[in-house]
């Protein structure tokens, strides 16, 4: 039992490029989150999704895109990437009100 | 405006000392969760707050829930440096949404 998978844990990209974090849960939940964490600070929901097909905007949605295709995997966009998006994201997937969190991708742009 | 307010943001303390943390609302939360990150992973959830003025205990960690449902606190006894970390109060707002306090990092020296 993987749990939460996220890939990768590295990552530097030069401002304007685009990427995709993945993100994957064997558990079946069905509610899926994205959260920034900069240094000092809290963990800031970025997008979370209610089940396949479903997406919404959590507090900080600017910059970034998801989709829901699958119950298994919530990819995060990134289509223009800015250095203001230097951070460590966290994928989360919850049961009831238990999150379950990957390990995390540090991604730095210059 | 972070609808959780932790406080302190930062503790250094000595081995065998007590300390409590606060997560403050000016909103009413169904529940609250206690989650502990260490450098390096994702939070790990400690524990859930349901009923207006609970008390929780894992070993030397009790928490409460406020008797209005808008505030907790999780007070550590005599600390050990294997709890240092940093330590995250979250909560469910509308519509489905898990948020997370700001955060307090504790660090506890032998």
């Known amino acids: 039992n993987a749990g939460v998978t996220q890939t990768p844990k590295f990552q530097v990209l030069k401002t304007g490029q685009s990427m995709t974090l993945q993100c994957a849960q064997d558990?079946?939940?069905?509610?899926m989150s994205w959260y920034r964490q900069d240094p000092g600070m809290g963990l800031r929901l970025i997008h979370y999704s209610v089940g396949a097909g479903i997406t919404d905007q959590g507090e900080v949605p600017n910059g970034y895109n998801v989709s829901r295709s699958t119950t298994e995997d919530f990819p995060l966009r990134l289509l223009s990437a800015a250095p203001s998006q230097t951070s460590v994201y966290f994928c989360a997937s919850r049961r009831a009100t238990e999150a379950f969190f990957g390990q995390g991708t540090r991604l730095t742009v210059v | 405006t972070q609808l959780l307010e932790q406080s302190p943001q930062f503790l250094s303390i000595q081995e065998g000392e007590n300390l409590t943390v606060y997560c403050n609302s000016s909103s009413v939360f169904s529940s609250l969760q206690w989650y502990r990150q260490e450098p390096g992973e994702g939070p790990v959830l400690l524990v859930t707050?349901?009923?207006?003025?609970e008390v929780k205990k894992l070993k030397r960690l009790t928490f409460q829930f406020g008797d209005a449902r808008k505030d907790s606190s999780l007070h550590i006894t005599a600390a050990q440096p294997g709890d240092t970390g940093l330590y995250l109060c979250a909560g469910v707002v509308a519509p489905r949404k898990l948020i997370f306090g700001t955060g307090t990092r504790l660090q506890v020296f032998p």
């Open positions: 707050v349901v009923t207006g003025g």
């Open positions: 558990m079946n939940h069905e509610y």
